[in-house]
């Protein structure tokens, strides 16, 4: 088995070596996770601190995470094919990708006597 060492302190319970290097959980820093991230207000709740720096979570941006994404801040304006929402489009039926822009082709199914379906082209 390989040996992982990160020195006489490890990682302590903040974090897991790999390599001989720590790899620490969000929130904590330094050569052996001992050192809690400040971010002011921590993020607002909304993103995660690491090294003092605010990773927003989906629909927030700001240095702290302290605005909300407006409307039409998606990519394309959802290409006039969904509707955004935090920060991502929700498409409409038939459509698909981070701006809409993707046609999805739709299988046309009809009702067998036995109550399965069978579909034309492919698919269940």
Request: hydrophobic content about 15%; overall charge positive; glycine content about 16%.
């Given at each position: 088995?390989?040996?992982?060492?990160?020195?006489s302190q490890g990682c302590?319970?903040?974090?897991?070596?790999?390599?001989?290097?720590?790899?620490?959980?969000?929130?904590?820093?330094?050569?052996?996770?001992?050192?809690?991230?400040?971010?002011?207000?921590?993020?607002?709740?909304?993103?995660?601190c690491q090294r003092g720096?605010?990773?927003?979570?989906?629909?927030?941006?700001?240095?702290?995470?302290?605005?909300?994404?407006?409307?039409?801040?998606?990519?394309?304006?959802?290409?006039?094919r969904g509707v955004c929402?935090?920060?991502?489009?929700?498409?409409?039926?038939?459509?698909?990708?981070?701006?809409?822009?993707?046609?999805?082709?739709?299988?046309?199914?009809?009702?067998?006597?036995?109550?399965?379906?069978?579909?034309?082209?492919?698919?269940?």
């Amino acid at each position: 088995a390989q040996e992982h060492t990160c020195g006489s302190q490890g990682c302590g319970q903040h974090g897991v070596c790999a390599n001989s290097k720590c790899y620490c959980d969000p929130g904590w820093e330094g050569d052996h996770c001992g050192v809690q991230s400040k971010c002011k207000n921590n993020c607002n709740g909304r993103g995660a601190c690491q090294r003092g720096k605010c990773f927003c979570n989906v629909g927030f941006t700001g240095d702290y995470c302290e605005k909300f994404l407006q409307d039409n801040s998606c990519p394309k304006n959802c290409s006039g094919r969904g509707v955004c929402q935090y920060g991502r489009c929700m498409c409409a039926e038939g459509h698909s990708g981070p701006d809409c822009s993707v046609i999805v082709m739709q299988e046309k199914c009809r009702k067998h006597p036995t109550s399965k379906h069978l579909c034309e082209g492919r698919g269940s």
